[in-house]
Structures are given as structure tokens and as C-alpha cells.
């Protein structure tokens, strides 16, 4: 069984922006049923577009990448992962932002690799994350 990769927000953000050379083609040589988004970037994104009314090229891109690329939904399993995290980091005085709280908890929950260009995910415990913006050689 190959690996669940569950893209963050911002990885999302850099391929439909065209950022980061060669991102979008790291995406695209993954199996399409290895890939996945969290129903809380699903809701990043819906804002972001809320935002920019009008807009259809980023609308279109968007909407493409929602159809492509599965939404997981945010369930109980997911849940009770960010409730054991949330204490976790709290005590250990390194807390997350509340929306990367639940992508970590997210990724936690399915066991999946998060995909994120974001640093504040590394003291995470057990989360398993890489970086496709700057691959470890």
C-alpha cells in the first residue's frame, strides 16, 4: 500500500499561484490516489476564493484542483487526535495555530505524510511531514 500525502494549505496555494518551480510537477508524478487534501484546507481554500470575487482564472484553478484532488473529511478520529496534540503542545509551551493544529491532527488521524513548506509542523510529535519546496537530497 503506498503512502497517503495530505497537502497543506500552502503547498496547495504555491501550485495553483505557479510557485516554486518544479512543485507542481513533484504533484503530478505522485498517484493520483495517493494525494489528498483536509476538509480544513478545503475551507482555506473556499475562503480564499470568497475573497476574490470575480476573479475566474483563480477561481477556475481552484475549483479544477477541488475536483482532482480528494477532500478528506475532518471526522472523529481526527478529533480526538487534536485533542491529545492541542494538550501536548500546550504543555510542552509550543503551541500551533488553530487551523494547522487540525491539519497536523488530520494527518495524524489517516497516518498520512503532510506535504507542507511550513516549519511550525516539525515539533510535532510522530507527524511525519516533507517538504516538496526544498526536498532533503
Known amino acids: ?14 501550485v495553483l499561484k505557479g510557485i ?3 512543485l507542481r510537477g513533484r504533484v503530478d ?6 494525494l489528498a ?4 484546507t478545503a475551507a482555506e481554500l473556499r475562503f480564499w476564493l470568497a ?4 476573479l475566474s482564472r483563480i477561481s477556475f484553478h481552484i475549483e479544477d484542483f477541488l475536483r482532482r484532488v480528494p477532500t478528506l473529511p475532518w471526522d472523529a478520529s481526527a478529533a480526538t487526535a ?3 496534540l492541542k494538550a501536548t503542545l500546550f504543555s510542552a509551551g509550543r503551541p500551533l495555530a488553530e487551523l494547522d493544529l487540525q491539519i497536523a491532527s488530520h494527518a495524524l488521524a489517516l497516518d498520512a ?4 513548506h511550513d516549519a511550525a509542523f516539525a515539533h510535532v510529535p510522530n507527524l511525519r511531514t516533507e517538504d516538496w519546496v ?4
Open 134 to 137: 526544498n526536498p532533503l537530497p
Open 20 to 22: 516554486h518551480p518544479g
Open 29 to 34: 508524478s505522485k498517484n493520483p490516489t495517493s
Open 51 to 54: 475573497r476574490r470575487q470575480g
Open 82 to 84: 487534536y485533542g491529545a
Open 1 to 14: 500500500m503506498s503512502a497517503l500525502y495530505l497537502l497543506d494549505t500552502n503547498i496547495v496555494s504555491y
Open 37 to 40: 487534501i483536509s476538509a480544513v
Open 113 to 116: 505524510i503532510l506535504v507542507t
